[in-house]
C-alpha cells in the first residue's frame, strides 16, 4: 500500500508541494474511513441480521424477515431507531468516562483491520509483528468495557465491567499460547509471512500441520469466542443476572456501538483463526493476471471468515452459558496446561521434521474428514428422530 | 479412577457433549418453523380455522330481530342499546336503533342465549383495532326498521333458515365420532 502511495507521489498526482507525511496522513485516514464505514460497519449490522436468522432456525423460529427482502435491512432499521433514540447519561455516573467508553471499545474494534490480510495484496499494512499486534489491540477492548462499568456508578455495571476484565486478560494466556506453535513453525508474525507458508490445499493448512496445531486451532477458536464476549462466555452481559453488564446503563447509539464491536469481533476472530491455522487467502495458481487472483483470494479469504463467523453464532445458539468459576477452571486448568503441551509438542515435531512432515498433513485431514462424517451421520441420526419433512430452503 | 483420570475424562466428556450438542442443533437447520405468520403470511385467514361456536364481535341480523329487548338485559355491562316505538298509523314495531359497544362488550355470550330467533349471534371476527373509540360503536340501523313478527304454524320462515343452518352445523361438527360432546348442553337448551 505504501508503495502505491509512493508512485503516485512520484508521477505528481498531488503536486511538488505538499510533504510526504501529509500525504500518507491523508491516505490513512481515507482508508481507515473506507474500511470503517465499508467493510467494518456493514459487516457488524448484516452479522447482527444473519445471527438473529440462524438463531432463529436453530430454535424452530423464523426470524426478522419484514425489513427488506428477508429482513436483509433489519439492521439499518435498529441502527436508526437507535440514533434517533435519547442519549441518556446518568445522574451519579462519571459521565466524561462514561462517554469515553463506547469510543475506546470501537477502537479496539477497528485497530485490527489495519493488518487484516485480504489477499496478497489487499493489506493495509502488513506489520513484522502483524498477529502480536492483532492479538494487544483486541484486547484494548477490556479497557473501555472495564470503563463503561466504572464510569455508570451500577452494581450490574460493574460487576459486568469486572467479569470481561477477569475474562479477558485470563484468555489471552491460552490465546498466545496457542499462536506460539504457528509461529514456532514459520518463524515469522507477519500475517503474510504466515499465510505465506501455508498452502491452498488443507495438507498444508497449519490446523493439519500435526495434532498439536489442531486442538491449538480450537484453543484459539474458543479463547476468541471468550475474549469477543460470546456465549457460552458472555459473562460480562449476561441477561438472566446481570441485565445487560456493563452495557446496562447505556442506551441509543453508545449502546450501539458496544454491540457494533461485539459483532464486528466476529469478523476479527474468524480472520485471526483463517490466517494463521486455515490458509488464509491461500488460492491455487489459476492465472497470471494479479487482479483476477487478488479477487479469488479476497473471496476465499472472506468464504472462511464467514463459515467461522457462522460457527460462533451455531455455538452461542447451541452452548449455556458457563458459570464464573467453570469460566476460570476452564482456562487455567485446561485451556493453559494444554497450549503448554502443545507448544512442547509442536517444538520437537519441528526439530524432528524441520522442513515439515508431509505425511502427517494427509493423516490429519483424513482423520478430519473420518470426525466430519462422524457428525453428519449424528446429524442425520437426530433429524430422523424428530420425525420431521426436510426443509432446507434458508427463505421462509 | 484418580485425579488424572477424572481431569481426562472430563475433557472427553466436555469434547463429546459439545459434539453431540451441536449434531442436535445442526438437524435443525433442515426442520421447517413452527412460527405461524400471522397476519398476513397465512394459507388462510385465522378467522376460517376458529371453532363454530367462538365468541367473537357481535353481529345482528336486523332481518328477523323481532325488537323483544332481551339482549338489552341480558347484558351486564349495559353495551347494547335498543330503542323501540310503535308506529301510530301503520300499528307496527319499529327499531329505530340498535347499538352495540364492543369497546365495552367483554364476549360473554349472554346476549345471543335469550335471543328468540338468533338475530344476535358472535361473528369469528376477532381483529376490532382501531384508531378511534368511536368506530368501535357499531350501529346497525340507520333508518327505522320493521320488527320481525315470528310467523305461526309449522313452516320455517326462510329468514331464520341460517341461523337454523348454523345450529345443525354446530350438531354436526360436536356430534362426529370422536369429536368432544359440548361441554354446556342445558344451558343453551
Same mark, same amino acid.
Given at each position: &500500500?505504501?508503495q502505491?502511495?509512493d508512485? =503516485?507521489i512520484?508521477?505528481?498526482a498531488?503536486?511538488?508541494?505538499l ?7 491523508l491516505?490513512i485516514?481515507?482508508f481507515s ?7 467494518a460497519?456493514?459487516f457488524?449490522g +448484516? #452479522?447482527s441480521w444473519a445471527e438473529r436468522? !440462524?438463531w ?10 419484514? !425489513?427488506?427482502?428477508n429482513?436483509f435491512?433489519q439492521? =439499518?432499521a435498529?441502527g436508526v431507531?437507535?440514533?434517533c433514540?435519547?442519549?441518556l !447519561?446518568?445522574?451519579?455516573a462519571?459521565?466524561?468516562l462514561?462517554?469515553l467508553a463506547?469510543?475506546? !471499545?470501537v477502537?479496539a474494534?477497528? &485497530?485490527?483491520w489495519?493488518?487484516?490480510?485480504f ?6 499494512a502488513d506489520l ?5 499486534y ?6 484494548l477492548? #477490556? ?6 462499568g466504572?464510569?455508570s ?6 460487576i459486568?465491567g ?10 489471552e494466556i491460552?490465546?498466545g ?8 513453525i514459520?518463524g515469522?508474525l507477519?500475517?503474510?509471512?504466515i +499465510?505465506?507458508a ?7 493448512w ?7 496445531t489442531f +486442538?491449538?486451532a480450537?484453543?484459539?477458536? &474458543?479463547s476468541?469466542?471468550a475474549e469477543g464476549?460470546?456465549t ?6 449476561a441477561?438472566?443476572?446481570?441485565v445487560a453488564?456493563f452495557?446496562t446503563?447505556?442506551?441509543? &447509539?453508545?449502546y450501539l456501538?458496544f454491540?457494533m ?11 485471526i483463526?483463517?490466517?494463521l491455522?486455515?490458509g488464509?487467502?491461500?488460492f491455487?495458481?489459476?492465472t ?7 479477487v479469488?483470494?479476497?473471496i476465499?479469504?472472506n468464504?472462511?471468515v =464467514? ?6 453464532m451455531?455455538?452461542?445458539?447451541t452452548l449455556p452459558r458457563v458459570?464464573?468459576?467453570? =469460566?476460570?477452571?476452564l482456562?487455567?486448568k485446561?485451556?493453559?496446561?494444554i497450549?503448554f503441551v502443545?507448544?512442547i509438542?509442536?517444538?520437537?515435531w519441528?526439530?524432528i ?11 490429519m485431514v483424513?482423520l ?13 441420526y ?10 432446507l430452503?434458508p427463505i421462509i | ?5 477424572s481431569y ?6 466436555a $469434547?463429546?457433549?459439545i459434539?453431540?450438542?451441536?449434531? $442436535? ?6 426442520r421447517?418453523?413452527?412460527t405461524?405468520q400471522y397476519p398476513?403470511?397465512m394459507p $388462510?385467514?385465522?378467522?376460517?380455522t ?5 365468541r367473537g364481535i ?31 298509523q ?6 329505530s ?7 365495552k362488550c367483554m364476549?360473554c ?8 330467533t338468533?338475530?344476535i349471534h358472535h ?6 383495532a /382501531?384508531?378511534s ?5 357499531r350501529r346497525f340501523i340507520? /333508518?327505522?326498521?320493521v ?5 305461526k ?8 333458515m ?6 345443525m ?6 356430534a362426529q365420532?370422536?369429536g368432544e ?5 342445558e344451558?343453551s337448551?
Amino acid at each position: &500500500m505504501q508503495q502505491w502511495v509512493d508512485s =503516485l507521489i512520484a508521477a505528481g498526482a498531488f503536486g511538488h508541494n505538499l510533504p510526504r507525511e501529509l500525504i500518507y496522513a491523508l491516505f490513512i485516514f481515507v482508508f481507515s474511513a473506507v474500511v470503517f464505514l465499508g467493510v467494518a460497519f456493514p459487516f457488524a449490522g +448484516i #452479522v447482527s441480521w444473519a445471527e438473529r436468522r !440462524v438463531w432463529a432456525r436453530i430454535q424452530s423460529r423464523v426470524g426478522p424477515n419484514r !425489513v427488506g427482502p428477508n429482513g436483509f435491512l433489519q439492521w =439499518l432499521a435498529d441502527g436508526v431507531k437507535n440514533v434517533c433514540k435519547e442519549d441518556l !447519561v446518568p445522574a451519579e455516573a462519571d459521565e466524561r468516562l462514561f462517554k469515553l467508553a463506547p469510543y475506546l !471499545v470501537v477502537i479496539a474494534f477497528v &485497530m485490527p483491520w489495519a493488518v487484516m490480510p485480504f489477499s496478497s495484496d489487499l493489506i493495509l499494512a502488513d506489520l513484522n509483528v502483524g498477529i502480536l499486534y492483532m492479538t494487544s489491540v483486541t484486547a484494548l477492548t #477490556v479497557v473501555g468495557m472495564l470503563m463503561a462499568g466504572w464510569a455508570s456508578n451500577d452494581k450490574w455495571s460493574l460487576i459486568g465491567g469486572i467479569r470481561s476484565a477477569a475474562q479477558i486478560v485470563s484468555y489471552e494466556i491460552p490465546a498466545g499460547l496457542a499462536i506460539f506453535p504457528v509461529v514456532l513453525i514459520t518463524g515469522t508474525l507477519s500475517m503474510q509471512g504466515i +499465510i505465506r507458508a501455508q498452502g491452498w490445499a488443507p495438507t498444508q493448512w497449519f490446523a493439519f500441520t500435526n495434532p498439536f496445531t489442531f +486442538i491449538a486451532a480450537n484453543i484459539l477458536f &474458543m479463547s476468541a469466542l471468550a475474549e469477543g464476549n460470546r456465549t457460552p462466555f458472555d459473562l460480562p452481559e449476561a441477561e438472566s443476572e446481570l441485565v445487560a453488564g456493563f452495557a446496562t446503563e447505556y442506551s441509543g &447509539m453508545r449502546y450501539l456501538f458496544f454491540f457494533m464491536a461485539e459483532w464486528g469481533n466476529l469478523f476479527i476472530i474468524g480472520a485471526i483463526i483463517t490466517a494463521l491455522f486455515l490458509g488464509g487467502w491461500q488460492f491455487p495458481h489459476v492465472t497470471d493476471d494479479r487482479i483476477v487472483m487478488n479477487v479469488l483470494q479476497l473471496i476465499t479469504f472472506n468464504v472462511k471468515v =464467514l463459515f467461522l463467523v457462522f460457527v460462533s453464532m451455531w455455538i452461542r445458539a447451541t452452548l449455556p452459558r458457563v458459570r464464573i468459576d467453570q =469460566l476460570m477452571s476452564l482456562c487455567w486448568k485446561f485451556f493453559v496446561p494444554i497450549s503448554f503441551v502443545n507448544l512442547i509438542g509442536t517444538a520437537i515435531w519441528v526439530a524432528i521434521w524441520p522442513q515439515g512432515n508431509p505425511v502427517g498433513g494427509y493423516v490429519m485431514v483424513a482423520l478430519f474428514t473420518a470426525l466430519m462424517i462422524l457428525f453428519v451421520r449424528r446429524v442425520i441420526y437426530y433429524f430422523r428422530r424428530s420425525k420431521m419433512e426436510l426443509y432446507l430452503s434458508p427463505i421462509i | 479412577m484418580g485425579d488424572v483420570g477424572s481431569y481426562f475424562s472430563d475433557i472427553k466428556e466436555a $469434547v463429546t457433549s459439545i459434539f453431540e450438542g451441536m449434531a $442436535v442443533t445442526a438437524s435443525h437447520f433442515m426442520r421447517k418453523p413452527y412460527t405461524v405468520q400471522y397476519p398476513d403470511r397465512m394459507p $388462510v385467514r385465522v378467522q376460517d380455522t376458529l371453532p363454530f361456536r367462538y365468541r367473537g364481535i357481535l353481529e345482528v341480523d336486523m332481518e328477523i330481530c323481532t325488537g323483544c329487548l332481551a339482549c338489552e338485559r341480558a347484558c351486564p355491562i349495559d353495551c347494547i342499546v335498543i330503542a323501540v316505538e310503535k308506529d301510530k298509523q301503520t300499528k307496527q314495531m319499529l327499531i329505530s336503533q340498535f347499538d352495540i359497544d364492543i369497546a365495552k362488550c367483554m364476549y360473554c355470550g349472554l346476549c345471543s342465549e335469550p335471543c328468540p330467533t338468533g338475530s344476535i349471534h358472535h361473528t369469528t371476527e376477532f381483529e376490532g383495532a /382501531d384508531f378511534s373509540l368511536e368506530s368501535l360503536m357499531r350501529r346497525f340501523i340507520q /333508518d327505522p326498521v320493521v320488527a320481525y313478527k315470528a310467523k305461526k304454524g309449522p313452516e320455517t320462515d326462510p329468514r331464520i333458515m341460517p341461523v337454523l343452518n348454523r345450529g345443525m352445523r354446530y350438531v354436526d361438527e360436536w356430534a362426529q365420532a370422536g369429536g368432544e360432546k359440548p361441554a354446556a348442553e342445558e344451558e343453551s337448551a
